[in-house]
């Protein structure tokens, strides 16, 4: 058991998610950087797809009540035992009766938690993740909070120091790039806006978070007029209800982007300009605040060569650790 | 020995509980540990940020409603 003695900020368990049930408006949810939660849980000798602890901007401090191996990837958050510094990406060793707790955030902005045996919350739909907007899985379907004490699994046994080398820790450039391909709605703003779209340095904006990420800076989009067909409002933005994918891009009121992520809403009336692809929506999960980040446009096949790039990486990570 | 109090969010910070508010801390007060010296604005809410050692403000290193990376000094406390 881990006995939870801060929080963090909002500090979640998460697994690879909870497909299946979009239709009926219940998102994946699990790890917004996958490939750091699939590696945190190698290092500690788990199934890639155990529940980790997803901490964002903020470590929590936490009291190990068993010996245990751990893991913490992601976001540069330098971890401690009993105040000694340990590695990120480096399994180490906490004694039953030792304190994990973090420094301040260096890089990134989440950090995943592995913990030998992974965290033993109730299944729900198939998964641990937590849904905080629907209060569902993980802990008691919210957000970690002091006193609470987490059940964890039985683990294997593995070494003490095993890392993942540097050149493998996926790092988002400057500014970050979000590759896209441009959605069925891309006809509603002009020749110009988009040239403005994907020329502008947007920044991330204070209020992103697991459901959407938000941007800000851009030129605002300029819309090709039209009479509102029934059903969709009378703002340039509105559309008749539809259904959003992970990765979409609404931009209400022709202003500020909005990608949604892995807790995403299913569906509503904005329009969308397109969708990130699926290669670069964990690199979306650790973009800070303020963070400058600019569109590129791709095609379909551009996307699925670079979800075959991803896979490729994620085998190198495997096998660097076999 | 002059300390930085570091924030330790990511965010963008306040010195004023509210704009319509005074300032929590001036340039010259006194802090106490635990004193709240600014709020720090990440998703969607509001987080304080506490002084760790007492002593007096010498300056602020960030103005309010600037943008701020966690690790970032905020003030100066000697």
Redesign the interface.
Known sequence: MVKVLKPG??TTVQDLGRPGYYNIGIPLSGGMDRLATRAANMLVGNDEGAAVLEA???GPELEFTADAMVAVTGAELPPKVDGAARETWTSFAVKKGQVLSFE???KG?RAYIAISGGIDVPVVLGSRSTYTLGALGGFKGRKLEAGDELPVGSGKSVKEGRSIPANLRRVNGNPAELRMVPGLYWHRITETAGKHFFEDIWKVA????RIGYRFKGGRPLEFVPRTPPFGAGSDPSNIVDACYPYGSIQVPGGTEPIVLHRDAVSGGGYFMVGTVISADMDLIGQL???TPARFVSVDLEGALKAREEREAHLHKVRASLS | MPKELLSPLPGTFYRRPAPDKPAYKNEGDEVAIGDVIGLIEVMKSFNEVKAETAGKIVKFLADNEEPVMAGQPLAEIA
Request: charge should be negative; avoid cysteine.
């Open positions: 900020l909002s964002v901007f903020m301040f955030l260096k902005a204070p209020e992103a978070d800070q605040p303020h």
